[in-house]
């Protein structure tokens, strides 16, 4: 089966800073992955979907790229609200693996 | 709006029967381009897949390997919901489960509430 490894596993960035999340997959997935957030308490939102395509609603500081094996999830000026952990999942074929998750945390 | 509602008891003990299902509204369990998941947490196992069921030509099934042989969901057309059973349950099945639909290759949206269901004798 396919891998989903994510890094860092935790960061800490101030307010206002650029973070980037990579996920990278064992084998290639073509642009077959999702991003998604999980604030503490709460249901895991979707972000991204096809690797680059923001979901409907999602702020416009959030942007995925990648395709084949290696993906990053960017956000462009971390918010307060951000604060949450982001998980990636490979869907081209079952089994529908997610990604360990990167823990946000505001400086 | 799609609309994914949860229900199943939250407490079990171990050799027992899990089942749970997530009720559909604003979408079809029978639609071909869309695929109705579960997906379990806990914070030794993550986020973890479980199994899928989905109609295209005919009905099928994807199931984790991790409770392959343990595990069957199955799409109720008459309700309009589908199901998740797990057998034999052990302390490692503890977490929140959650239902979610997948449709046009567009991720997991709309998630179901989440269940947590705890095995203890």
């Known amino acids: 089966d396919i891998q989903m490894t994510q890094s860092p596993s935790s960061l800490s960035a101030s307010q206002g800073d650029r973070v980037t999340i990579t996920c990278r997959a064992s084998q290639a997935i073509s642009n077959h992955l999702s991003w998604y957030q999980q604030k503490p308490g709460k249901v895991p939102k979707l972000l991204i979907y096809a690797a680059s395509t923001l979901q409907s609603g999602v702020p416009s500081r959030f942007s995925g790229s990648g395709s084949g094996t290696d993906f990053t999830l960017t956000i462009s000026s971390l918010q307060p609200e951000d604060v949450a952990t982001y998980y990636c999942q490979k869907y081209n074929s079952a089994p529908l693996t997610f990604g360990g998750g990167t823990r946000v945390e505001i400086k | 709006q799609v609309q994914l509602q949860q229900s199943g008891p939250g407490l079990l003990k171990p050799s027992q029967t899990l089942s749970l299902t997530c009720a559909i509204s604003?979408?079809?369990?029978?639609?071909?381009?869309?695929?109705w998941n579960w997906i379990r947490q806990s914070p030794s196992r993550g986020l973890e897949w479980l199994g899928r069921t989905f109609y295209r030509s005919n009905l099928y099934n994807d199931y984790a390997v991790s409770v392959k042989g343990r595990i069957t969901i199955n799409p109720d057309t008459s309700r309009n919901q589908f199901s998740l059973q797990l057998n034999s349950v052990t302390a490692e099945d503890t977490a929140v489960y959650y239902c979610a639909r997948e449709r046009d290759w567009a991720g997991f949206d709309p998630w179901g509430q989440g269940t947590l269901v705890t095995v203890s004798s």
């Open positions: 604003g979408d079809s369990v029978s639609s071909k381009s869309a695929t």
